[in-house]
């Protein structure tokens, strides 16, 4: 009776197909690991961490100042309570008072069958929001 074979024996008797799905798989998960967010950062001036970031889609009566630009949609698995909570992180450690969406992209991806194992499994339609703004923070605070 043979002993258990090692992962590395594994994978190299394991077909291409089924090599191809572990590394979408692998990529998967990893880009639900963290934000998909872009930022470039605007102002150098340092700034102590905020505790609440407001959210705004129209710009702000009060004078500010832009700390950083964005770009991107959300990966994190955010609670349904907190929303692009990777955004909320980044302002709060940036130091922003808020988070200016100027522009909002929503994109569907269809419906998708995928042959899993011999199996036909639906993928169902996917929703994503790409957001552009800025982060700022009110002038005299």
């Known amino acids: 009776m043979k002993g258990p074979r090692s992962s590395r024996t594994t994978l190299r008797n394991v077909s291409p197909q089924s090599k191809s799905r572990w590394i979408v798989a692998a990529a ?3 880009a639900g690991c963290g ?4 930022y ?4 150098s001036e ?4 905020t505790q609440e970031v407001a959210w705004l889609t129209a710009e702000p009566a009060r ?7 964005f770009r991107g949609i959300e ?3 955010c609670p349904r309570s907190r929303p ?3 955004l909320y992180e980044k302002a709060a450690e940036q130091g922003a008072d808020a988070i200016w969406v100027q522009r ?6 269809e419906e998708q069958w995928v042959n899993i194992q011999g199996q036909m499994k639906r993928i169902p339609p996917e929703r994503y929001e790409v957001l552009e703004g800025v982060l700022i923070r009110y002038a005299g605070q």
């Open 40 to 43: 470039e950062q605007v102002s």
């Open 28 to 30: 998967l998960l990893l």
């Open 84 to 86: 692009y909570c990777s």
């Open 63 to 69: 004078p500010y100042t832009i700390v950083a630009k």
């Open 46 to 49: 340092p700034r102590a961490p």
């Open 75 to 77: 990966t994190a698995l």
């Open 35 to 38: 934000g998909g967010f872009h």
């Open 104 to 109: 909002r992209e929503v994109s569907i991806r």
